[in-house]
């Protein structure tokens, strides 16, 4: 019931941050796409998990530590705790915007909440800093009351965070739950395959997109595991395959990613003729987004 009540005050905000993200989107994305390399290192490729995520946890600890330290009088610790906190919370907010660039639809507005909430927090709780360091003895009523006003709005940009990732499913592996079963050959449902032009295929009730080259015939998921793209709609760079939507790269013959913003690996499967014509395909490995 009370989780009702939160999505209808964040659906009122829709308004006003559907536009302003829009616009922020396309800023970022001119600036951070051209920049792969650190797009690639602040996505999390290289972890393997968005490394926003991974970061969020620290700020919320420590200032709920110098809100601890607050009360019990300990100023050295709680201005470090704070500090800390502020500084934590702009470094997971770089991680968080190289996300934002390849959000979309009724995402991209909520995470647009998200993120002006928690500048709000930040502003407010540099100002309990700045405080802090102007009255080291006197009285920190105030720079203590700022410092739980912006802890309260970081839990609030908290929770509009999870419903981005939990409710709307952002910057998950697309493939985390499709695989119940242990793989086994299929036959697919086409038998000539162009060389070196992605071509979708149906294995079962998987979509593949297969690609020719020469004798070798590489197949993945057509399902993009960053967002769902349709790889089959992608173009071939080098020996990989690129998403038309947010130009993650896989590696054709492992499915291992090679560019952001995908932090998971792409399905992989092995091909062979099958008896009497045309192919079929295995699962190669557990799909759990990491291929080994």
């Known amino acids: 019931m009370i989780g009702r009540w939160l999505v209808r005050i964040l659906e009122a905000n829709e308004g006003w941050a559907k536009p302003l993200g829009d616009f922020v989107q396309k800023l970022l994305a001119a600036i951070l796409r051209p920049l792969w390399p650190i797009k690639d290192l602040l996505n999390g490729k290289w972890l393997g998990h968005s490394l ?3 970061l969020t946890d620290a700020p919320i600890g420590l200032l709920l530590a110098g809100l601890v330290f607050d009360f019990l009088d300990m100023r050295a610790a709680a ?14 907010a770089f991680a ?7 959000t979309d639809d009724r995402a991209r507005w909520v995470a647009t909440v998200h993120a002006t909430l928690m500048s709000f ?20 009523s105030i720079a203590i009351a700022l410092a739980v006003i912006g802890f309260a709005i970081v839990s609030a940009g908290a929770w509009v965070g ?21 793989a086994r050959w299929t036959k697919l449902d086409v038998e000539e395959i162009p060389e070196g032009t992605p071509t979708k295929a149906k294995a ?8 020719r080259r020469g004798e070798t015939i590489h197949a993945l998921h057509d399902q993009c595991a960053h967002a769902g793209g349709p790889l089959s709609a992608g173009t071939i760079v080098d020996d990989c395959i690129e998403c038309p939507w947010h130009f993650s790269r896989y590696e054709l013959s492992t499915g291992r990613r090679k560019r952001g913003p995908t932090t998971f690996d792409q399905p992989a499967y092995e091909v062979r003729a ?3 014509g ?9 799909g759990t987004g990491q291929n080994r």
């Open 278 to 286: 045309g192919w079929e395909v295995r699962r190669i490995g557990s």
């Open 79 to 92: 201005d470090i705790a704070i500090g800390l906190g502020l500084v934590s919370m702009l470094v997971a």
């Open 162 to 182: 999870g419903e981005v990732v939990y409710a709307l499913g952002n910057m998950v592996n697309r493939h985390a739950w499709r695989f119940g079963t242990s």
């Open 204 to 211: 079962g009730p998987q979509t593949l997109v297969l690609v």
């Open 274 to 276: 099958a008896d009497g």
């Open 96 to 102: 968080g915007l190289a996300d934002y660039t390849d």
């Open 121 to 140: 927090a930040i502003v407010v709780l540099l100002v309990s800093v700045v405080m802090r360091l102007g009255a080291p003895t006197g009285d920190r």
């Open 52 to 54: 926003h995520a991974a």
